[in-house]
């Protein structure tokens, strides 16, 4: 079992321009949960969806931010127009029967905004 | 939503030393209290949990404590080495919020040899 993927690793985007981040789950899992990390901050929840619907984007900005699992292929968080302060590192994590059980967690997309 | 606090934010202890992170968390409701760990610039890994219905656990040099009452939980990890530095997540899960955990800020550990 592969683990948790993540791509790209590193993202470098000017600002106004539009990030993709993708993130495939472990074999068998349904579950996919989107977090932030700031340095020297907690990872901050941002999405959960199951294949092909949100079930929680509390965490989520309402403007520029979305996020899909569709029925085939990984689950994309997609940040349009770009800002520095979206800057951060963006984990994905996976689960097989929901959140409250262990996450794994992929090694994360660095996203860099000049 | 819950809200989760961690102390310290940095912790430095000689190997072999004991080391303990605290945890509260607002919630009462939150049944489910995991624990991550983040070497630098990897990814978080689970290391140990609890659940509510359990005031202690242990799996070797790590234990978990929860106390209900006061809403807090704690890491004891013994005899640290070098390879235990990292960073440290506490988190809580709470039905008030789809069970989705919310992790503390994290605690820097560094282990000297």
């Known amino acids: 079992n592969a683990g948790v993927m993540q791509n790209p690793r590193h993202l470098v985007r000017r600002r106004g321009q539009e990030a993709r981040l993708r993130c495939s789950p472990m074999k068998g899992h349904s579950h996919v949960y989107w977090y932030r990390q700031l340095p020297e901050e907690g990872l901050k929840f941002m999405v959960y969806?199951?294949?092909?619907?949100?079930?929680?984007e509390s965490g989520m900005p309402k403007e520029r931010f979305s996020a899909e699992f569709p029925k085939e292929g990984p689950s994309i968080l997609r940040i349009q127009q770009v800002v520095r302060g979206d800057s951060a590192a963006y984990f994905c994590?996976?689960?097989?029967?929901?959140?409250?059980?262990?996450?794994?967690f992929g090694s994360g997309t660095q996203l860099s905004v000049l | 939503g819950e809200n989760v606090e961690q102390h310290p934010s940095t912790l430095s202890v000689q190997e072999g030393d004991s080391a303990v992170i605290k945890c509260t968390y607002s919630d009462s409701a939150s049944n489910y209290f995991p624990w991550y760990k983040q070497e630098l610039g990897k990814r978080p890994q689970l290391i140990i949990d609890i659940r509510s219905n359990v005031g202690e656990k242990k799996d070797q040099r790590i234990a978990v404590t929860l106390n209900k009452t006061a809403k807090h939980f704690s890491l004891h990890i013994t005899e640290t080495q070098p390879e235990d530095s990292a960073v440290y997540f506490c988190a809580a899960s709470t039905p008030g919020g789809s069970y989705i955990p919310t992790f503390g800020r994290g605690t820097s550990l560094i282990v000297h040899p």
């Open positions: 969806l199951q294949k092909e619907n949100i079930i929680d």
């Open positions: 994590a996976s689960s097989p029967r929901g959140p409250n059980e262990k996450l794994f």
